[in-house]
């Protein structure tokens, strides 16, 4: 349909859609550790994540793709909630997932819309967790001694998440790979890979 002969109201609904889908990429990140932020915001860390992505995974699904572009997306309505504040408080961890599943539907961008499979999902949450880890690998190279705490920890989620067993490892033999060079190039990071013998 040529979207030249649409009325006033449509073309404006479709500008409301694309405003609130936008509105997430603005948010900042690390707002409980400023000192990391680095001006990193939303947009930039979801485009590194879907890089990520994409090269570890070239034939990721639509609906995968789709899926990391919006995983972050409620939180033009949340802010960006820290990991380890999800982990340390299960019950607010688990309203705030109900937040983000109401405000995705809103916003017609949820599961229903767009499915994945728990290995899809596996690999976004590693793309995410990854973006993380490489963003304070960065920091660190730079000098900035406040990211180390935040790369130990996404380092830690990879491995004790999805490196922890022998069949897991095999499948994800490249994501491992990735975090024992970035732990041997990484300034002073207190070592938390197991030592090579």
Known sequence: MDKRTKTSTQRNVDLKAIHQRLKSGHVLRYHAKPEIADGQNVAAHTWRAMVILQTLWPDSSKNAMIHMMYHDAAEAETG???????????????????????????????????????????????????????????????????????????????????????ENRSKYRRVEQILIELMDAAPSTSGYWPQKT
Do not use: S
């Not at 599961?111 to 995410?128: L, N, Y």
């Not at 660190?140 to 067993?165: D, P």
């Open 80 to 166: 960006d909630i820290p990991a380890t504040t999800k982990w340390n408080y299960p019950q607010f961890a688990e309203t705030l997932q109900q937040i983000e599943y109401d405000y995705e539907n809103k916003l017609d961008i949820g599961f229903e819309k767009f499915p994945v499979d728990t290995k899809e999902r596996d690999m976004c949450d590693i793309a995410d967790k990854l973006e993380l880890t490489m963003h304070c690998f960065r920091l660190m190279q730079t000098g900035n001694t406040f990211a180390h705490e935040v790369f130990n920890t996404g380092v830690r989620y990879l491995t004790k998440t999805y490196l922890g067993n022998d």
